[in-house]
């Protein structure tokens, strides 16, 4: 009688810290930006791009729909040559160091797979800040998650990009697939055996998950991602029930935190003209 007593109680409990979240005020419209100035000289063109281009802004109207319990800060800044990203319990960082790698990677034609210059530093930009505000509001709204943490922080990213209008949601697909480039352009690859050991999936890996859950949501728009080959046929054929699993997940879990009137009114002109080229980074 006494371990059923105990047992009620730990379940009342659990429910009560379930609803802690609910219970408290969710609004939406709680994002702040910091463009923090770079301390040393080698990362002004990069500070000066990003607030030229309004990249934090742009960042915080695709996020204001997210009703938070309280004010979350995105904020870009020097790490002293540590080229990383973080959500650490109070604000999302993103080195200088990181964005401007993206920048040096950016082609200055159009890629073989169609991708505009402009896309490729768009899409990787967009993904690291959307992964990062995904670990936010699993903190913030209380989210279980089964599984790694950092996959789910990419399905999240992927959700969000996937949401926009078809041909927005495609480049910002494609430019966020391009990140990764380096690791799938050979039949193989040699890694050390400890890189398997981190928490994020290896790049190969986050690669060929991008593409399947784009795959999986409209088959017609990323229908030549499987005709061109880049995804094996044998991992398209389950994408659909891939992306079924995390669309059911994302409404479920966290569709009541989003304000869907306030959503429905963004995600339209977002991205620059895709024949826009971006200025070349110059080694310094």
């Keep these: 009688m006494r ?3 105990l047992c009620g109680m730990t379940f009342a409990f659990v429910l009560l810290a379930a609803g ?3 219970a408290q005020a969710l609004r939406p419209n709680r994002i702040d930006i910091l463009y923090a100035a770079p301390k040393t000289e080698k990362l002004k063109p990069v500070y000066e791009l990003v607030r030229k281009e309004r990249v934090l802004e742009k960042v915080r109207d695709v996020l204001r729909p997210l009703r938070l319990p309280r004010r979350l800060l995105l904020k870009t800044e020097d790490c002293g040559g540590d080229s990383n990203a973080w959500y650490d319990g109070e604000a999302v960082t993103v080195c200088y160091e990181f964005l401007d790698d993206i920048w040096k990677a950016a082609p200055a034609e159009t890629t073989p797979a169609g991708i505009a ?3 490729t530093l768009t899409g990787p930009i967009a993904d690291v800040f959307f992964h990062e505000v995904g670990h936010a509001v699993f903190d913030l709204w209380k989210i279980p998650v089964l599984g790694r ?3 789910a922080a990419d399905q999240f990213s992927v959700i969000i990009m ?3 209008r078809r041909d927005e949601a495609r480049r910002l697909i494609m430019g966020n697939a391009y990140q990764y480039k380096n690791d799938v352009k050979s039949a193989s690859i040699t890694m050390p055996t400890h890189k398997f050991a981190d928490e994020h999936g290896t790049p190969s890996q986050r690669f060929y998950n991008v593409l399947c859950i784009a795959y999986g949501a409209d088959p017609a ?3 030549d991602f499987v005709s061109s080959g880049i995804l094996p046929k044998d991992r398209a054929e389950g994408c659909e029930d891939e992306y079924k699993q995390v669309a059911y997940a994302f409404k479920t879990l966290m569709g009541r935190y989003i304000d869907r009137k306030l959503a429905r009114r963004l995600h339209h002109g977002w991205l620059a003209p895709v024949d826009r080229r971006p200025p070349l980074r110059q080694e310094p």
């Design 117 to 119: 210059p402009i896309d």
């Design 149 to 151: 943490e950092e996959d």
């Design 162 to 164: 996937l949401n926009f």
């Design 221 to 223: 728009l990323f229908g």
């Design 3 to 5: 371990k059923a007593i």
């Design 20 to 22: 802690t979240v609910c």
